[in-house]
Structures are given as C-alpha cells and as structure tokens.
C-alpha cells in the first residue's frame, strides 16, 4: 500500500556542490524582473490601454500581464500586426489563495523575429477563457488538456472533452486542492473494479 | 499382384499412365511425405536465413541449432485449443482450411520429378496444376466468410483479389512456355514430362531460349507467384502491422497451422511449375552440351558429394560446439545428424543409387533456389499497398506478359514471316 | 449503450444500430495494444472501403502525472523523472530541464560540462532516430532494417552505461552541470561510434531510400504544408520535412551549440519521405557535431557552484530545447520554495499528433500507420 503522505515535503536530496578544485564560474546574479518597454508594449499600451496591467522580462524572457477581458484581442493583435505567428504552448496555473485563481499563460513565437512572448490573463474559478482556435488549429489540444486538468473552460472550443484522463472523470487533477494521490473512487470502482489505491 | 507390382519396375512411365494402383499409391505417400518434410524444413531454412540477413542467430535452443523448432512447433500447434467464434458458420469454418490445404496438395499430382518419377503424367498437367491452385481462392474467401467478423472477411477479399489478379498474368507465361515448347518440332504439349523433354530436344532451358523473352517470361512469373502466395512483398492481407488481421484472424492451434501448411506447399508448388517450364525441371546443367558418359557419371555424382559436403559441415560446427554438459545432448544430436547426413551421402554415391536420385536432386536444388529467393524477398523488401499492389498486377505484369506471349508466336512463326517478307 | 462507456468510442454515435453492411462507413479501432502505433495510442478511423475519412486520436493511455508528481518533489528530485517523458532520448530531456532550471537560478554552466552535454545529447538524438528508423520502417514492412538499427544503437546505449550506469533513462545531467566526468576511454568511444556509424548509415540509406517500393509508399503520403505545420504549432523533422528551416540549436543556441559546424537538413514536399531523409541526414550531422564536440573538448570543472537546497527566486521561465522529436519546452514557475510550483512540459509529440487528422484524412488505411510512424511520437511525451 503506498503512503499517505503527511503534507511535509520528502526529504530533499541535496545538490550537488562544485566537485573539481578548479573554481567554478561565479554565480550569475539571480535573476528579478525588471520593466520591458519597447515599441511592442508601447503599441500594445496605446491599443489597449488599462487592459495590459504589466509588462516585465524575467531571466531575458518577456512577458505580458493583461486584463482577461482584452486577452483575446491582444493574442489576435499579436498574430496580426506584429508577427507573432507561432503558438508555442498554452497552458494554466492555479493559485487557489489568490482572487482570481487561475492565470492563463500563452507563449507566442515569431519567426521572423526569433522572439518570444509570454501572455498572461487572471481568470476566477468558474469563468471561461476565449479560445485562441480560431487563430491557431494546434490550440485544440493544449485547451482541451487545460479543461481537463484545471477544468477552466473555452467559449467558441469546437470539441471541448477530457483528453488525459477517462472521460467520465470527475475532478481537475493538476488543481492545488487536488490530493496528489486522490482518485476518483467511483470511476475505478465501476470501470476497473477494484477499489482506488490497490 | 506381387506380378503387377514387379512389373513396373521396369517400365519407363509413370505409374498412373501405367495404371499400376500400387505404385500410384506408393508414390502419392512419398510425395505426400516428401512434401511435408520440405515444408517442415522450410520453416527451418526460413527463420534461419531470415535471422542471419537480420544480424541475430534464429532458433537455436531446440535441437542443435534450432534443427528441431519446426517439430516443437507442430507439437504446439496441435496440442492448442481449438477455438471456434461462437456465431462462426460452422462447417465452412472447418472446411476453409482443409480445402486450402486439398488444393495446395493436389497439384503436386502431376509435378515431374523425374522422367519417370511423378504420380502420373496427365496430357493436360499444366492446365491442371494452374485450376487446381485456383481453387486455393475459394478457401481463403470461405475462412473470412465463415469467420463471421467483417476484420477477416475485408482481408479475405483482399487477398482473394490479389490472388486472381496475379494469376492472369502467371497463366499468360505458362501459355508462353507452352508455346516454346513447339518451336523445335512443331506439335506443344501441356504434359508436365514432355515440357521439360522440349527442353532437352531444343537444347536449351526455357528461361534461357530466344533472349530476353524466355527471361521475361520467367521473371514474370516469379513476381506473380510471389503475389500469388500471399508472401513479401505483396502480404498486406496477412501482414500484422496493418490494421486488418487477415482471414487467418480466427484462426488458431491446428487450422492455422493448416493454412500456413498450404501456404507452404503452394509455394512450392508454383516453384515447381516455374523450374518445370523454365528451368528445365529434372534436368541437370549441360545435359546436351556436356554430354556423354563421363560427364554423366561426375554429375551424378554431385548429390552424394552435396549430402557428404553438409555431413561434413555438421560435424565441423560439431567440433565447435562447447563441451559443457548442457550442451551434449545438443552436441551428439548435430553429430548424429551429421552422421545420418554422411550415410545418406555416401549411399548416393553407389552406382545403383546415384542414378535414380541425380533427377530428384537437381528439381529440388532448383526449387530450393526459389524458395531462398522468396525468403530474400521477405526480408528485404516493404510491403506495397494494397492499391498499388493490384495496378502491378494489372497494368505492369499483365501488359508484360501478353507482350512475352505474343513475341514468342512471332519468334515460332519466324521462318514463315522471313520467308514471307523476303519473297 | 453498454454500462462500459469508457470503451465506447464517441464516433459511434455517427452510426447507431447499423452493421457494417448497411452503411458505406466503417468505423475501425486501432489500438491501443497495438504492434504498430508506437506505445498506447488508440486511433479510431472511419473508412469508406479504404479510404479514411475521419480520423480520432484517443490518449491517456500512459498518463502518469508527472506535472502533479513534479509540485511534490524538490527541483533536484524531479530530474529522473523527466527522462521518463520521451523515454527513447531521455537525454534530451534531462538538458532541456537542466537548462530551464538554470536559467531560473541564474546559474552559468561551465564550458566542458557544456560540452559534454552536447556529446552526450547528440548521441542520444542519434539512438533516438535509429529507434525511429527501425520501427518506421518495420510498420510499412521491411524486417531487416530495424535489427541493423538496433544493433548500431547499441553501440551508443553501451556508452551510456558507462557514463551514468543507464541505458535508457539515464539522469545524465544534474542542475548546474554534468554529475560525473568523462571516463578513462570516453573520447576514443565516442570517435569510434562517429567512424563506424557514418558508413552504417549509408547502408541503411542504400537498403531503403533507393528501393521503390520504399518510394511508392511514402512519396505523397502524409502530406503537410508549411503553413499548417506552423498553424498546428508542429516544431522538429516534420516542420523542416516541410520546408521551414527551423532548428533551436541554429536559431536559439543553448549549451554551446554555437561552436559547432553543423547544417540544417530541410525536405520540400511534406511528405513522409522527405521527413525520412531530413532526419537520416540529421544523424550524419549529429556525427559532426559529435566528433567537433569531442575533439574540441577543453579542461575545466564539470558542474556550476549550486546551493545545496536550491531554492530559485519567485518567477518565471520557459525553456525551450530541439529535442529529437521537436521542440521540448518546460515552462517552470517558482514560488521561492524548494519545491516548484508549477512545471509545464511542452511535448513536442503531444503537438505534433494533432496533425494526424490533417495528414490521414483521404488517405489509404494503409497509409495511416506510415503517417503515425513518420510523426515519431514517443506516448510517454504525449500522455506524461
């Protein structure tokens, strides 16, 4: 039977320290973010004004925190006026202690430019996101597998089923009040008969 | 009786045109045997050489070198329950196989194996050899049909399309070779026997007569009667990695072994319809040419030599086995095996003997070639799709072979049309 | 409707009632046991006699949770766990994550622990892709070549072992650095494997990529624009078969990928035969980066100074890696513990089978297996 964890994270293993005598490079300063103003944010900035609440690079990457009322339009002028082409991933985090729990995150890529943007939009448990299908086809997937993890939903999403887990499931799994062990206790019991966590 | 079974020893026919009951029936269990020990080794050869083209060993654990595998397999087979689907037609269900496996054996009714060495020679033996192994279509469709499950049922069909599909083509050269076999004296024949007494009188294999043509036809032949039986690269009714299982899908223990036993013995059938036509069946290389009683006696003397030449090998890998008691049991098989190998090999040296066995030697080292050709083409070529494989039989080896036989008309023709145009 | 509704299949509403022989569609389930589809993918097809009219990927087969599994574990922990993504380059894995989370410590690889990430990673893309090539090869049907494959790999897989103790999932790579410097015998292996591998490779191309029936059935087949590979976010040998040149190690160099010499290998048709040269050609340029790897291979420590409990700042990054398969990003979020707060694993494979419907769509039945094949996904890194 496997444990039941009791909340306290494992024992970590630790890191390995530096082996050779030789001395190591010196440890870059860590990262902070810092603001990103560039002719990018400021288009973005005069289109939309209160809607991009900030705009910031961390660790050399950039990225946009916007209002979920515009994120569409913004993911759209993206696409359309400045190159960004390419949808890299789509995916969610959940920060249950937060007002709006669940952040959005789309990672658009222009080839053109070799540049990466990172677009971040505050959803409330419950509420719907847009989907970016209309834009981009490879964006069914990842939001079906957002549905399916975090059960965030997408208006206008053509087929908007579970992907990962049993279609009848029933939970989020990759939410913070999901029990890393936690199973659905009637799914397996009516489709595999055994008892969950045999 | 004791009479009647004297007598023919001394006739110069086959038995069946000699009307001799006994030795029909004698012969018929020989073939019969002879047949089922060539596809048992088949089975051998085929996973053999197949593993060594793909860098790895094959069988090796049961018996020495894997020489009794094909056994333990029949064994398995055999001892396996026989499943039959419950909504499966039952009767069909049991007939399909065995009908497979009539087909496959009876068209070895009329293949020469020597002058006089065949069950009978019918006047009409090619004929007979082609319809009978167009029967082995009604088997295959009736095991997808009986299985009652439309997986095998669409494979069935499939295969049954590419079946008569590449028969057209393999009867347009027959027909071609049949027509060869009138060049010299002007009367053809269809008997099995006197195609390969043509060749003898014109002094040359079919295969090799009036270049390319003879060449073509064989090579026609050869592609269609891969496609013929089901194998590589045409096997997509019965290949695992695609989607449909095949007819064989509900079949299982026996009756699969069955199907696999026809498939061998077709093979071997329609080889020995393509050495018979082609390359000069139980002829042995530069029977006019190298003629005379020396060269006779040192080509009879080659099957002793072969036998004796593999005895030796035997006991060559004999030597390198390791001595560790595991292997001896292993170890003394291979010695004995070799041993049996020697003896057969060294009674076929004897003057009586070698004789008789030199004709059924050199057709089974021609078929032999034909079976490896076919193991060659399983193991280096991707499959054709389905599509593609029946516009190969159609619109590629179909067009060929009607060009093969009316080139050989005109070449039979020739003096006629020289004489004509040169008037 | 059977009380079993998992095993039912969606499309079968299409067609209630109805045998077979009644409609002109067929509707076939292929998988998930399978000796074909690579690992547990269930595809469920529609047919018209041969065609394919529709087609629907079922996955989750291999689900494991491992983005769950990685919030319960310290960031040095979750590493094993990553090679078991793309389990046939599990190499790659390990770099891509490596580097993520370095990039969110702000910690600087030293140069040789750099390359000999490098060596190790392209020798994994090669081990990878003769994995590709033998079971690709082995779906349309030609047996042999998938044992010349295997057998050449095992070559590669024999330096693994003695480099980090596995074959397979082999944790080559910890953060900061490599865990272990190269052993007594590691460069003249590795040379060894650039010798002999170049000329094998040629054997595989004159065994496959000059036969016809090879051509027959992968010219045309599973076709792709460039336009859809880009609109379906399809990154790797299926976006260069289609003429994009589009490699991370060229565009974005990571792990010194700008020292070396190496050309982009890019198809023009789209078809599963351009994607079958693209990436055969890829492994010749894995041997050059290899050999140049090898004997530019400096002094130096093999492993940046990194706090025993790594605890990176609150933040976030995205590193993206040009992995076998294509592009293996790993979306990283920290909330200062020492445990991550959210780790996204952008699977190449998982993108890349979304344009199964596009490729198969009024293609053969027959076609079907070769397209998957052609796609090269791993269900370890689709599912997670």
Do not use: I, M, N
């Given at each position: 039977m496997p444990e039941v964890p009791d909340g306290n994270p494992p024992n970590p293993v630790p890191a390995q320290a530096a082996t050779t005598p030789a001395a190591a490079p010196a440890a870059a300063p860590k990262p902070v973010p810092q603001p990103w103003d560039c002719e990018l944010v400021q288009q973005l900035k005069n289109s939309y004004g209160s809607g991009i609440h900030d705009a910031a690079t961390f660790a050399g990457q950039n990225y946009l925190v916007v209002d979920r009322a515009v994120c569409h339009d913004v993911l759209l002028y993206l696409y359309q006026q400045l190159g960004y082409t390419s949808l890299t991933d789509l995916t969610a985090v959940h920060y249950?202690?937060?007002?709006?729990?669940f952040e959005m995150v789309w990672i658009l890529f222009s080839m053109a430019a070799n540049e990466r943007v990172r677009v971040k939009a505050r959803f409330a448990d419950e509420e719907s996101a847009p989907t970016v299908t209309d834009r981009w086809v490879g964006a069914n997937w990842m939001e079906r597998e957002v549905y399916d993890m975090f059960g965030i939903r997408f208006t206008g999403h053509p087929d908007l089923r579970r992907i990962l887990m049993p279609d009848e499931w029933t939970g989020h799994p990759l939410r913070k009040d999901y029990d890393p062990h936690k199973q659905d206790e009637v799914w397996v019991r009516k489709n595999l008969g055994i008892e969950s966590g045999q | 009786m004791i009479q009647s079974i004297l007598q023919y020893?001394?006739?110069?026919?086959t038995p069946g045109v000699a009307g001799n009951l006994f030795w029909v029936v004698v012969y018929v269990l020989l073939v019969f045997a002879g047949i089922s020990v060539g596809v048992i080794f088949m089975n051998w050869f085929e996973r053999k050489i197949m593993a060594h083209m793909q860098v790895r060993m094959g069988p090796m654990r049961v018996g020495p070198h894997g020489l009794l595998q094909p056994i333990a397999d029949a064994l398995k087979l055999i001892i396996k329950e026989d499943l039959m689907p419950a909504n499966a037609d039952k009767i069909v269900f049991w007939f399909a196989p065995v009908c497979v496996v009539m087909t496959a054996f009876c068209g070895f009714i009329v293949v020469p194996f020597g002058p006089t060495h065949a069950i009978t020679d019918m006047n009409i033996g090619v004929l007979f050899m082609l319809g009978v192994s167009s029967l082995g279509v009604l088997g295959v469709i009736m095991a997808g049909w009986a299985s009652n499950s439309h997986y095998p049922l669409m494979g069935s069909l499939r295969s049954g399309a590419q079946m008569v599909s590449y028969e057209i083509a393999m009867s347009m050269t027959v027909v071609s070779a049949v027509m060869m076999t009138s060049m010299a004296t002007g009367t053809g024949t269809l008997s099995m026997i006197g195609i390969v007494q043509a060749q003898l009188q014109q002094h040359t294999w079919f295969a090799f007569s009036f270049f390319p043509v003879g060449l073509t036809a064989l090579g026609v032949f050869s592609i269609a009667m891969v496609a013929e039986t089901n194998r590589a690269p045409f096997d997509l009714p019965e290949?695992?990695?695609?989607?449909?299982?095949?007819?064989?899908?509900e079949y299982s223990g026996f009756r699969w072994s069955l199907f696999f036993l026809a498939e061998y013995a077709g093979m071997i059938a329609v080889s020995s319809i393509a050495t018979t036509l082609w390359?000069?069946?139980?002829?042995?290389?530069f029977p006019n040419l190298l003629g005379g009683k020396n060269w006779d006696t040192a080509f009879s003397l080659v099957p002793g030599i072969t036998f004796v030449a593999l005895a030796a090998l035997c006991l060559f890998y004999f030597t390198r086995m390791p001595s560790i008691r595991a292997m001896r049991a292993d170890a003394r098989g291979l010695a004995a095996f070799g041993g049996v190998l020697g003896v057969i090999g060294i009674v076929m040296l004897l003057p009586g003997v070698r004789v008789r066995v030199q004709d059924i030697y050199w057709f089974t080292l021609k078929v032999g070639f034909f079976m490896y050709l076919y193991i060659w083409y399983r193991t280096t070529f991707p499959r054709y799709r389905f599509d593609q494989l029946m516009k190969i039989g159609w619109k590629v080896l179909l067009p060929i072979s009607i060009g093969v036989v009316i080139m050989t008309a005109l070449i039979g023709v020739r003096q006629e049309l020289l004489a004509l145009v040169w008037r | 409707m059977s009380d079993n509704r998992f095993y039912d299949s969606p499309i079968e509403e299409v067609a209630p009632g109805n045998t077979f022989l009644d409609s002109n569609e067929l509707v076939l389930n292929m998988g998930?046991?399978?000796?074909?589809?690579?690992?547990v993918l269930r595809v469920i097809l529609k047919l018209d006699g041969e065609k394919v009219n529709g087609i629907e990927c079922v996955i989750g087969?291999?689900?494991?949770?491992i983005e769950k599994v990685a919030e319960h574990r310290t960031w040095a922990q979750f590493g094993p766990f990553v090679d078991r993504l793309d389990y046939t380059a599990a190499v790659s894995n390990s770099l891509g994550y490596c580097l993520a989370v370095e990039k969110l410590l702000g910690v600087e690889v030293p140069k040789r622990a750099q390359y000999l990430r490098v060596i190790l990673t392209e020798l994994c893309r090669l081990a990878s892709h003769q994995v590709w090539l033998g079971t690709h090869v082995l779906d349309i049907g030609a047996v042999t070549p998938l044992f010349y494959a295997f057998r050449d790999r095992e070559d590669i897989l024999n330096v693994f072992e003695k480099y980090c103790g596995a074959r397979l999932t082999t944790h080559a790579f910890r953060i900061g650095g490599c865990r272990w410097d190269a052993y007594a015998g590691f460069a003249e292996q590795v040379l060894h494997i650039c010798d002999d591998l170049g000329p094998k490779i040629d054997e595989y191309r004159d065994l496959i990529t000059g036969n016809r029936i090879w051509l027959q059935r992968t010219k045309n087949v599973g076709v792709i624009s460039a336009e859809d590979c880009i609109a379906y976010g399809i990154t790797g040998p299926v976006l260069r078969g289609s003429g994009v040149e589009w490699d991370l190690r060229k565009k974005q160099p990571y792990s010194s990928y700008e020292d070396f010499d190496f050309d982009i290998p890019i198809g023009t048709a789209g078809d599963t035969f351009d994607r079958y040269v693209v990436r055969v050609e890829e492994m010749h340029q894995s041997i050059r980066i290899i050999r140049q790897a090898t004997e530019g291979l400096m002094e130096g420590p093999i492993i940046a100074k990194v706090p025993k409990v790594i605890k990176p700042p609150v933040g976030e990054v995205y590193v993206s890696i040009e992995a076998p398969k294509g592009e293996l990003g790993f979306f990283l979020v920290s909330n200062g513990s020492a445990m991550p707060y959210r780790v996204r694993v952008r699977p190449p494979s998982f993108i890349n089978l979304q344009a199964l419907e596009k490729m198969a769509k009024g293609s053969l039945v027959a076609d079907v297996v070769a397209i998957i094949g052609t796609l090269d996904i791993v269900l370890g890194e689709v599912d997670r």
């Open positions: 249950p202690k937060d007002e709006l729990p | 020893l001394h006739s110069d026919v290949a695992e990695s695609e989607l449909v299982a095949g007819f064989l899908t390359l000069g069946g139980w002829l042995r290389p | 998930p046991q399978h000796p074909s589809t690579h690992g087969y291999l689900h494991r949770g």
